[in-house]
């Protein structure tokens, strides 16, 4: 990991994963990984499009609030 040293900001700091892509954050949905693996897993997943449902929900969301303020 130290190839990344001068690369990216804070490459070595842990950060939360969401061990499955299906479900929210939670206390027992998460773990905690080096910031590296992090992104690494993400840009995968959101490759394959596992990550979609986020965006499908966020614009649902937002549709909806702005139907409602009308």
């Known amino acids: 990991m130290m190839v990344y040293d001068k ?6 700091f842990g950060t939360l994963l ?3 892509p299906k479900t ?3 206390e ?3 773990i905690f990984v080096p910031r590296m693996q992090f992104y690494a ?3 995968a997943r959101n ?3 596992l990550n979609d449902w986020v965006y499908e929900e ?3 969301e937002r549709k909806k609030a702005k139907g409602s303020s009308a």
């Open 28 to 30: 027992k949905e998460t």
């Open 47 to 49: 490759r394959a499009g």
């Open 24 to 26: 929210e954050y939670g």
């Open 41 to 43: 897993v993400e840009i």
């Open 7 to 12: 690369k990216i900001d804070d490459y070595n």
């Open 58 to 60: 966020a614009e649902k």
């Open 18 to 20: 969401r061990a499955s």
